[in-house]
T-cell receptor
């Protein structure tokens, strides 16, 4: 257990559905991240929040919409996704945004878009 | 640009040592990390090394850093079947929170 939980663990959705991924960290960290992990590709950083403020949007399509209501919770709202969006979505947190702060990852949500 | 490369697969016999290699292009990194990902799980931090160090040992794990060759390795002594997983190296840089991850090496331990 890393102190970062994600729900659901698995999700199957159609291209017209709307769903949300949830991440919660119990580490007292101030920074939270969304990553996309696709097969045989490096992890792709999607969004970064620090003290609930978004500091990074790494050219992510608008069909992905993040929300950070407080420093412990992070959501990723999904709508009108494409099959190529099928991947493992990982949430991570760190104490803050300094390079020496280790990022701790959740178990991920495996998403399949039909 | 930044690039971190790893071989895709490694197979070893139980009890042998495993060596997982990683090469990177940007030598200005501050920290270099090794993460382990078991099936169906997220990334678990195994160990990390500060860029001004050459070696770090932590129980069965030994990290070697060759800055001249931009090469990082993870040696697992007495490899067990529970070590079967995907291993990612990553580097971070001063002044930024961004990690650059490798594509991962899938380690298979044969009984």
């Amino acid at each position: 257990e890393t102190g970062v939980t994600q729900t659901p663990r698995h999700l199957v959705m159609g291209m017209t559905n709307k769903k949300s991924l949830k991440c919660e960290q119990h580490l007292g960290h101030n920074a939270m991240y969304w990553y996309k992990q696709s097969a045989k590709k490096p992890l792709e950083l999607m969004f970064v929040y620090n003290f609930k403020e978004q500091t990074e949007n790494n050219s992510v399509p608008s069909r992905f919409s993040p929300e950070c209501p407080n420093s412990s919770h992070l959501f990723l709202h999904l709508h009108t996704l494409q099959p190529e969006d099928s991947a493992l979505y990982l949430c991570a947190s760190s104490q803050d945004l300094r390079a020496e702060e280790t990022q701790y990852f959740g178990p991920g949500t495996r998403l399949l878009v039909l | 640009g930044e690039d971190v490369e790893q071989s895709l697969f490694l197979s070893v016999r139980e009890g042998d040592s495993s060596v997982i290699n990683c090469t990177y292009t940007d030598s200005s990194s501050t920290y270099l990390y090794w993460y382990k990902q078991e099936p169906g799980a997220g990334l678990q931090l195994l160990t990390y090394i500060f860029s001004n160090m050459d070696m770090k040992q932590d129980q069965r794990l030994t990290v070697l850093l060759n800055k001249k060759d931009k090469h990082l390795s993870l040696r697992i002594a007495d490899t067990q079947t529970g070590d079967s997983a995907i291993y990612f190296c990553a580097e971070s840089f001063a002044g930024t929170y961004k990690y650059i991850f490798g594509t991962g090496t899938r380690l298979k331990v044969l009984a």
